[in-house]
């Protein structure tokens, strides 16, 4: 479903950066401006490495101590967060924003039932206890389609396959009804069947309570069968965004045609990508002023000396790219 462009979005955050290490070093996430609209599905794309997860994690509030973050504008429904103490934003977004991440297990706590820590969540944002407590816990995991509530609610995550621990994990990043949902690649490393079941419970449970949805992932295909909108990132920029069927109908930046002729020829993951020359640059080398022209066939002088702007047309397609195609 997409937004009109007329209405405020649930997340607005403009020129972020985030760097690591020494000031003078090249920030590994350079001007990211990202919206995302109420119930409106954004997918993040690119390869390993690009800055998906720390685009993601500062949303989140969860972003390493390690990091330097800063950003011209960073807003959750309205509200400026970047003016907010940071203890205070951190209790907002821990309601506001539900997270999803790849490897479910390690994510839980081993030696307590998944009963006790959905149980957790919902006692915190909700204030039940006792039957109602009970209550809502079978009804969470019945509604992450975890058969027979009553009894795996026992169970602990070690008991449970890839597949089911994921979904204890939705359930518990729904527990406070959050009107937004991170989902860093939910399904890397689950089977292609448990992969889709989990995408369609996610993306139902959005599209259901009207929440907006960063999904992260490295795959192409699953990022135009359930986004509204796709952004590609590349080396801690953004390339391109546009709906996910404009940019699979007429992609702008060589990045993106190269990554969509690479899913069309099979490769559908962009870890798996083959005819994308070069690697992402090194920014301890100084990266040119377009961080792909060392990859790019079509660069020329003006690419590596300048920064070339993002623009957008009428229809909301963007583009960073001196010479688009
Ligand atoms: N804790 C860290 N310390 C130093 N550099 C980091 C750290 N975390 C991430 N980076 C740098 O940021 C880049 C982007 O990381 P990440 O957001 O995890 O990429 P993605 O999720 O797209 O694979 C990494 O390639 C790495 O160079
Ligand atoms: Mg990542």
Known sequence: MNMPVTVAPLVALR?????????SRPPVVDGVDLDIGRGETVALVGESGSGKSLVAHTIAGIVT????????????????LGAMPERTWRTLRGREIGVVFQNPRAALNP???????????????????????????????????????ALRRNAYPGELSGGMCQRVMIAIALAGNPSLLIADEPTTGLDTTTQAAIL?????HASERRMATLLITHDL???????????????????????AEALFAAPRHPYSAALIGATANDARSVADLVGIPGSLPDLDAGPPACRFAG???????????????????????????????
């Open 200 to 204: 369609d419970l996610i993306l139902g």
């Open 15 to 23: 020129r972020l950066r985030i760097g690591f290490g020494p000031p």
């Open 65 to 80: 101590k390690a990091a330097r973050v800063s950003a011209e504008r960073f807003e959750l429904g309205g509200v400026d």
């Open 295 to 325: 990859r790019c066939d079509r660069a020329t002088d003006q690419c590596i000396a300048e920064p070339p702007p993002f623009v957008f047309d009428v229809s909301r397609h963007g583009v960073a790219c001196w010479r688009p195609l």
């Open 221 to 243: 295909g699953l990022a135009r069968a359930y986004a509204d909108r796709i952004v590609v990132m590349h080396a801690g920029q953004i390339a391109e965004q546009a709906a």
């Open 111 to 149: 030696v307590r039932t998944v009963g006790r820590q959905i149980a957790d969540v919902i006692h915190e944002h909700r204030g039940l206890s006792g039957a109602g407590l009970n209550e809502a816990v079978n009804g969470a995991l019945a509604a992450v389609r975890i058969p027979e509530p």
